[in-house]
């Protein structure tokens, strides 16, 4: 039995796009459940108040420690009153959504069927065993009444009628925030503030460290029916003064370098509203490598109108969409496509979480310019009443944080580590009782050393919760007038008493190699500053620095005499450049160039390019060599962005 309103819902909600790409809406997997004997519930009653009607549903969340059971309290008016319902859950193994059938199963929602039961005038509940479901903790659930209805004696018949949803209780957790504010919001992939470190023996050591960039006092409003494509249909493109429902952030808005090194973790958003939310759906999306698994919308390309150059992207998409699209004859690269993310009495200050998925991960690329996104798709205001949020009702951004990972092998001898005890107040208004500045050589590092990474461990008396903090160090580069600090203040979000804060310094300061320029000055100094926390005062216990000395050599000069003999050799002058844009050497510009350059880029061994064809492809002259950027400079001149593919002299 499929749910008639869910499919009014995605009807409903705009398809959203992102770079060029489209969205289309939330979707949840709708079927049928039946009831179980009633269970000792211990947790407290969550009041809601929703009329339920048939075709309606509540969607709500398991609680994050999971759960053995749930009841619903549903009051009517009306003795005898007939009530046919459903529920399914979101499960921790696949198929990853089961039915409770009426024969007290679970089962996949395509085999389920609804349960049927009588309710008594006033309040009568509904008990549901997840114990066996292997129900997900923190996963999605739906409630949904197929039929409600009461006998009319002046008519002679069943009368359809409503009931109230008044109260979701589990057995061991709740399902619901308080009013003003989404809560219980968390990250399940890697987290800010850890860390590893393994020396390889062979003069390497391979460092990992997850970071949190935060953009705080953001203001950028979302407006839900208005996104990419509805522009692109009407051949415009949107300035910062017309309404969207999305917005993409930049790695490079939070600091983040461009590097092969980088792992994107999870993206946090704040959504602020001047009226009470109660349903909020959002997806997100992310540049992935033009072709490669996760690209949902090269997919696309020649089987769904208006995505012939669509491509580097990953959407987020409702399961119904995706079949729609399957069934038109697209093929994923990945089985499992994010479905969106829906939190239930949201409040007035929204926090959201997007987990980039492993398989995602993979294919994600992290240059500057490359996004991450996020797209509000539905909303409600009112439980009672299911009054949408329309365009007229804005909700509006106005924070944001980006997690990522940085894995490095380094060159590496030792580390040098030193006992302190400087205490930070971050609410002193001298930036000296904030700063932690220390000599290197008070580090035990020395002039010959090369530094890679600092780790910094701290300490409170009380919880710290958020910890902001930023980064700096001395330089030998006369042109950053010797110091280079991290451009955006870094955290660490829950942390408790203490903290290890592991610093490797980028490619720009460190570089990647031995043979690499390492700038930072070891006669110079560190910064550790400590702007934000629970706790106004930290103190700094320990500071380690992993560091290299570059081998030294030492030259013997030697007269010898020698004997010149004269050849002629016959040379061949290097290849030069036939056609700007054309990597594949087929005499056209067009757009298999640039997809050929953004394969070889992901596979080189399975997609080869010639010589020629390298200096063809090669029209970004700021980098040497095929990138991402000469692929994308080919699009913009095929799509007249780019008035030629000649390289500016």
Request: hydrophobic fraction near 30%; glycine fraction near 8%.
């Given at each position: 039995m499929k749910n008639n309103l869910s499919r009014r819902i995605r009807a409903s909600v705009v398809s959203l796009t992102m770079a060029a790409a489209m969205l289309p809406a939330y979707a949840a997997p709708a079927n049928a459940v039946t009831t179980m004997p009633d269970l000792s519930v211990v947790s407290e009653n969550v009041g809601v108040s929703q009329t339920m009607k048939v075709d309606s549903v509540y969607e709500g969340t398991i609680p994050d420690d999971g759960a053995d059971s749930v009841t619903f309290t549903l009051d009517t008016s009306y003795a005898g009153q007939s009530f046919s319902y459903g529920f399914g859950c979101s499960t921790q193994e696949s198929p990853y959504w089961l039915e409770l059938d009426k024969s007290g199963k679970w089962v996949d929602g395509s085999e389920a069927e609804g349960s049927a039961c009588k309710?008594?005038?006033?309040?009568?509940?509904?008990?549901?065993?997840?114990?066996?479901?292997?129900?997900?903790?923190?996963?999605?659930?739906?409630?949904?009444?197929?039929?409600?209805?009461?006998?009319d004696n002046s008519k002679g018949d069943m009368v359809d009628n409503?009931?109230?949803?008044?109260?979701?209780?589990?057995?061991?957790?709740?399902?619901?925030?308080?009013?003003?504010?989404?809560?219980?919001?968390?990250?399940?992939?890697?987290?800010?503030?850890?860390?590893?470190?393994k020396d390889n023996k062979d003069g390497t050591a391979t460092i990992?460290?997850?970071?949190?960039?935060?953009?705080?006092?953001?203001?950028?409003?979302?407006?839900?029916?208005?996104?990419e494509d509805y522009y692109a249909e009407k051949g415009v493109t949107p300035d910062e003064s017309d309404p969207i429902n999305s917005h993409k952030f930049k790695y490079e808005d939070f600091g983040v370098p461009s590097s092969d090194d980088i792992t994107i973790e999870s993206l946090y958003v704040v959504v602020e509203a001047d009226y009470d939310v109660d349903k909020f759906m959002y997806g997100c999306g992310t540049n992935v490598a033009m072709g490669s698994p996760s690209d949902t919308e090269y997919a696309k390309r020649g089987i769904i109108d208006g995505k012939d150059d669509a491509g580097y992207w990953y959407n987020e998409m409702g399961a119904e969409s995706k079949e729609e699209f399957e069934d038109a004859g697209v093929e994923f690269g990945i089985s499992e496509i994010g479905e969106g993310t829906t939190l239930e009495g949201a409040g007035k200050y929204?926090?959201?979480?997007?987990?980039?998925?492993?398989?995602?991960?993979?294919?994600?690329?992290?240059?500057?310019?490359?996004?991450?996104?996020?797209?509000?798709?539905?909303?409600?205001?009112?439980?009672?009443?299911?009054?949408?949020?329309?365009?007229?009702?804005?909700?509006?951004?106005?924070?944001?944080?980006?997690?990522?990972?940085?894995?490095?092998t380094i060159p590496y001898t030792a580390s040098s580590k030193t006992t302190q005890s400087k205490t930070l107040d971050c609410t002193a208004s001298s930036d000296s009782k904030k700063n932690f500045e220390i000599g290197y050589d008070d580090l035990g590092i020395e002039s010959d050393m090369d530094v890679y990474a600092i780790r910094f461990d701290v300490s409170a008396s009380k919880e710290i919760k958020k910890l902001v903090y930023g980064t700096g160090t001395g330089t030998t580069s006369e042109a950053d007038?010797?110091?280079?600090?991290?451009?955006?203040?870094s955290v660490v979000l829950g942390a408790g008493k203490s903290a290890e804060i592991m610093w490797i310094l980028p490619d720009k300061v460190a570089g990647k190699t031995a043979d690499d320029a390492n700038i930072v000055n070891p006669d110079g100094n560190v910064v550790f500053g400590y702007y934000y926390g629970e706790a106004d005062t930290i103190t700094v216990k320990n500071v380690e620095v992993y560091y290299y000395i570059p081998e030294t050599t030492t030259t013997t000069t030697t007269t010898t005499t020698t004997t010149t003999t004269t050849t002629t050799t016959t040379t061949t002058a290097p290849p030069s450049v036939t056609d700007w844009g054309d990597t594949n050497c087929d005499g056209t510009v067009e757009l298999a160039d640039a997809i050929l350059i953004m394969q070889t880029l992901a596979s080189p061994n399975k997609y080869a390019v010639t010589d020629q064809g390298?200096?063809?492809?090669?029209?970004?002259?700021?980098?040497?060599?095929?990138?991402?950027?000469?692929?994308?400079?080919?699009?913009?001149?095929?799509?007249?962005?780019?008035?030629?593919l000649v390289p500016a002299t």
């Amino acid at each position: 039995m499929k749910n008639n309103l869910s499919r009014r819902i995605r009807a409903s909600v705009v398809s959203l796009t992102m770079a060029a790409a489209m969205l289309p809406a939330y979707a949840a997997p709708a079927n049928a459940v039946t009831t179980m004997p009633d269970l000792s519930v211990v947790s407290e009653n969550v009041g809601v108040s929703q009329t339920m009607k048939v075709d309606s549903v509540y969607e709500g969340t398991i609680p994050d420690d999971g759960a053995d059971s749930v009841t619903f309290t549903l009051d009517t008016s009306y003795a005898g009153q007939s009530f046919s319902y459903g529920f399914g859950c979101s499960t921790q193994e696949s198929p990853y959504w089961l039915e409770l059938d009426k024969s007290g199963k679970w089962v996949d929602g395509s085999e389920a069927e609804g349960s049927a039961c009588k309710l008594d005038k006033a309040s009568s509940t509904i008990t549901i065993d997840l114990s066996k479901a292997g129900a997900k903790p923190g996963g999605k659930f739906e409630f949904r009444c197929y039929y409600s209805a009461h006998w009319d004696n002046s008519k002679g018949d069943m009368v359809d009628n409503t009931v109230k949803l008044t109260g979701v209780e589990f057995d061991g957790g709740s399902s619901s925030s308080s009013p003003g504010s989404s809560s219980g919001v968390e990250s399940k992939n890697k987290k800010s503030g850890s860390w590893s470190f393994k020396d390889n023996k062979d003069g390497t050591a391979t460092i990992s460290a997850t970071v949190t960039k935060q953009l705080d006092e953001l203001d950028y409003d979302l407006t839900v029916g208005y996104d990419e494509d509805y522009y692109a249909e009407k051949g415009v493109t949107p300035d910062e003064s017309d309404p969207i429902n999305s917005h993409k952030f930049k790695y490079e808005d939070f600091g983040v370098p461009s590097s092969d090194d980088i792992t994107i973790e999870s993206l946090y958003v704040v959504v602020e509203a001047d009226y009470d939310v109660d349903k909020f759906m959002y997806g997100c999306g992310t540049n992935v490598a033009m072709g490669s698994p996760s690209d949902t919308e090269y997919a696309k390309r020649g089987i769904i109108d208006g995505k012939d150059d669509a491509g580097y992207w990953y959407n987020e998409m409702g399961a119904e969409s995706k079949e729609e699209f399957e069934d038109a004859g697209v093929e994923f690269g990945i089985s499992e496509i994010g479905e969106g993310t829906t939190l239930e009495g949201a409040g007035k200050y929204i926090e959201c979480i997007w987990d980039v998925p492993a398989e995602v991960q993979k294919d994600q690329t992290h240059h500057s310019y490359d996004s991450i996104g996020f797209q509000f798709w539905y909303g409600t205001k009112d439980a009672s009443k299911y009054t949408e949020i329309t365009s007229s009702d804005p909700v509006t951004i106005t924070s944001a944080a980006l997690t990522y990972t940085v894995t490095k092998t380094i060159p590496y001898t030792a580390s040098s580590k030193t006992t302190q005890s400087k205490t930070l107040d971050c609410t002193a208004s001298s930036d000296s009782k904030k700063n932690f500045e220390i000599g290197y050589d008070d580090l035990g590092i020395e002039s010959d050393m090369d530094v890679y990474a600092i780790r910094f461990d701290v300490s409170a008396s009380k919880e710290i919760k958020k910890l902001v903090y930023g980064t700096g160090t001395g330089t030998t580069s006369e042109a950053d007038d010797y110091w280079y600090q991290e451009p955006v203040n870094s955290v660490v979000l829950g942390a408790g008493k203490s903290a290890e804060i592991m610093w490797i310094l980028p490619d720009k300061v460190a570089g990647k190699t031995a043979d690499d320029a390492n700038i930072v000055n070891p006669d110079g100094n560190v910064v550790f500053g400590y702007y934000y926390g629970e706790a106004d005062t930290i103190t700094v216990k320990n500071v380690e620095v992993y560091y290299y000395i570059p081998e030294t050599t030492t030259t013997t000069t030697t007269t010898t005499t020698t004997t010149t003999t004269t050849t002629t050799t016959t040379t061949t002058a290097p290849p030069s450049v036939t056609d700007w844009g054309d990597t594949n050497c087929d005499g056209t510009v067009e757009l298999a160039d640039a997809i050929l350059i953004m394969q070889t880029l992901a596979s080189p061994n399975k997609y080869a390019v010639t010589d020629q064809g390298r200096l063809n492809g090669d029209v970004d002259k700021s980098t040497v060599g095929l990138t991402s950027n000469d692929a994308l400079f080919i699009q913009e001149y095929l799509l007249h962005l780019r008035q030629s593919l000649v390289p500016a002299t």
